[in-house]
Every structure is written in C-alpha cells, then in structure tokens.
C-alpha cells in the first residue's frame, strides 16, 4: 500500500467507527445498552427487524432481544418483533427458522413482498418503462424487492411505537453494498463500527451455530442469480475488506478496488443533497 492510500484507509476507517481493539463481551453489553437506553430515551415500545438467514440479522436480532428484556427489567414496555419477509418460496428458509431459534424474539411476524412486488414492475412496464436488458431489470427489481421489506417493517413499527433495527455495518458500508432506502433505510443501526468478522463474533458470542455464523453472505435479491454471493459482486473477499478495516496491508489490487468502490458509493451513504 501507497502512503496514499494508508492515509485514505485512515480516513475510511475513522469514517467508519472502526476501533483497533475489539472485545466481543464489551461489544455485546455496549450495544446492547445502546438500544435499551435509545427505547428508553424515546419512549418508543419496540423493535422491528426483519431476519433473513444471514448472520447479519442474527447478530442484530440477539442484540434487540436481549434489548427489550433489558428495557422490561427497568420497568418499560418493550418487545421484539422479528419479521420475515420473503419473496414468495425462500431458498434458505431453512437458515432462517434457524436464526429465529437462536434469537427467541418477542414476535414473529411472516410477510410475503412477492405480490406488492410483482404488482409494482407489473405496474411500471405497463407505464412504458423499458429495461436495457433482462440482467438490468432483475438487478432492478431486487432493489424494488428491498424496499417492499422496509415499507412493511415499517408499517410493523408505526402500528407497535416502534423502532426499525438496521444490520448495517462497516464492511457493507465500506462497499455500498446495501439498497438505498431498502435495507439502507433504518431508525437504529446497532452494528456500525463493525466489519464481517467482527459481527460473526458478535452472532458466535451470543449462541449462532458455526453453519449460520460462517454462512456464505448472500443478499438472495437477483432472480436470475439466486443466493449470489457477495464477495462475487465485489471483486474483493470479506477476508481482504475486514483486513482493510482492521488498518492492515492488502495486496494492491483488493485495495484499488475498495478505495475505488467506497468513493463511488459515497452517495449510498449520505444524506440527500441539497443546494
């Protein structure tokens, strides 16, 4: 690595909230009592969050748990609705089911975003709207399916006074790799500051089985290439991006294409602009 870029590979991980030391019970009981003192704060009564199968949403659904059963132990409202969302038949349900056991929620709630979905590209080709090709209106309509899971979770949260749970974290926002305002859009991100291998800890720490925790990470949004890994969309392993996280050297090539990605995504990651 370039001083160049070490000194952008600060800038990023200051940028992030990525800490050089890391140990996974303080983590645990810190952001555990972020969330349960932001329900208390605010008054709200829940969580909301929608569980996928993947580690992400498991580390992020025994955090909100154990949460609300804190919250309670003060003597205030509080529950956990987990939400399950699938498009129509998942593939990994099965990984799912598994996450809901480890977490115990509160709640479960099942909606299916396939209809509300397929109405809307339904609805926008009968507008006249034209794709450039067939790849380009799945990798489009993965993105519509993201946003129906967050319009209902949010829907859950607004009937429950409550709040919507994000599984953000540093690796993901170091890529971009979520859909803006789909499951971009949340209330509360209790995973920030953290890269992959540091949320693995986190869902190991609190009871994930090695087979949900070491799970080859797949956003499962593409119809045409279902449960696609992540690392093939990047270019770039979770391995080489926690490394770059963590403020080690990465081959030269990983970090041409993290630095790259970060700055193109910049937008992904604040505020809409304004003049």
Same mark, same amino acid.
């Given at each position: 690595?370039?001083?160049? $870029?070490?000194?952008?590979?600060?800038?990023?991980?200051?940028?992030?909230?990525?800490?050089?030391?890391?140990?996974?019970?303080?983590?645990?009981? !810190?952001?555990?009592?972020?969330?349960?003192?932001?329900?208390?704060?605010?008054?709200?009564?829940?969580?909301? &969050?929608?569980?996928?199968?993947?580690?992400?949403?498991?580390?992020?659904?025994?955090?909100?748990? !154990?949460?609300?059963?804190?919250?309670?132990?003060?003597?205030?409202?509080?529950?956990?609705?987990?939400?399950?969302?699938?498009?129509?038949?998942?593939?990994?349900?099965?990984?799912? $089911?598994?996450?809901?056991?480890?977490?115990?929620?509160?709640?479960?709630?099942?909606?299916?975003?396939?209809?509300?979905?397929?109405?809307?590209?339904? $609805?926008?080709?009968?507008?006249?709207?034209?794709? !450039?090709?067939?790849?380009?209106?799945?990798?489009?309509?993965?993105?519509?399916?993201?946003?129906?899971?967050?319009?209902?979770?949010?829907?859950?949260?607004?009937?429950?006074?409550?709040?919507?749970?994000?599984?953000?974290?540093?690796?993901?926002?170091?890529?971009?790799?979520?859909?803006?305002?789909?499951?971009?859009?949340?209330?509360?991100?209790? &995973? #920030?500051?953290?890269?992959? !291998?540091?949320?693995?800890?986190?869902?190991?720490?609190?009871?994930?089985?090695?087979?949900?925790?070491?799970?080859?990470?797949? #956003?499962?949004?593409?119809?045409?290439?279902?449960?696609?890994?992540?690392?093939?969309?990047?270019?770039?392993?979770?391995? $080489?991006?926690?490394?770059? &996280?963590?403020?080690?050297?990465?081959?030269?090539?990983?970090?041409?294409?993290?630095?790259?990605?970060?700055? #193109?995504?910049?937008?992904?990651?604040?505020?809409?602009?304004?003049?």
């Amino acid at each position: 690595m370039t001083d160049d $870029q070490r000194a952008i590979q600060a800038s990023i991980r200051a940028e992030l909230g990525m800490m050089d030391h890391f140990d996974v019970q303080q983590e645990i009981e !810190r952001r555990v009592r972020f969330l349960s003192d932001y329900l208390l704060r605010t008054g709200c009564r829940s969580l909301v &969050l929608g569980i996928s199968g993947g580690v992400d949403s498991l580390a992020a659904g025994c955090l909100s748990q !154990r949460a609300v059963e804190q919250a309670r132990e003060q003597g205030h409202p509080a529950q956990f609705i987990a939400v399950r969302l699938p498009y129509g038949e998942q593939a990994d349900e099965k990984d799912a $089911q598994g996450g809901l056991k480890v977490i115990n929620p509160d709640q479960t709630l099942v909606v299916n975003v396939k209809p509300a979905s397929d109405a809307m590209l339904e $609805q926008l080709l009968a507008s006249g709207l034209t794709f !450039r090709d067939a790849a380009q209106q799945d990798f489009l309509m993965g993105n519509i399916k993201a946003r129906q899971r967050m319009v209902a979770q949010y829907a859950i949260a607004g009937a429950n006074g409550g709040l919507v749970v994000g599984t953000d974290h540093a690796a993901e926002a170091l890529m971009g790799f979520f859909t803006k305002f789909g499951d971009g859009a949340a209330d509360i991100t209790p &995973l #920030a500051g953290l890269n992959k !291998r540091r949320v693995r800890a986190l869902a190991s720490a609190m009871g994930g089985s090695d087979a949900l925790v070491f799970k080859v990470p797949t #956003a499962d949004l593409e119809s045409l290439t279902p449960l696609k890994p992540d690392e093939d969309s990047f270019g770039v392993s979770y391995d $080489q991006i926690d490394d770059f &996280l963590e403020g080690k050297v990465t081959d030269d090539k990983a970090t041409q294409i993290i630095i790259k990605t970060f700055q #193109a995504s910049a937008h992904k990651r604040a505020l809409p602009v304004a003049p």
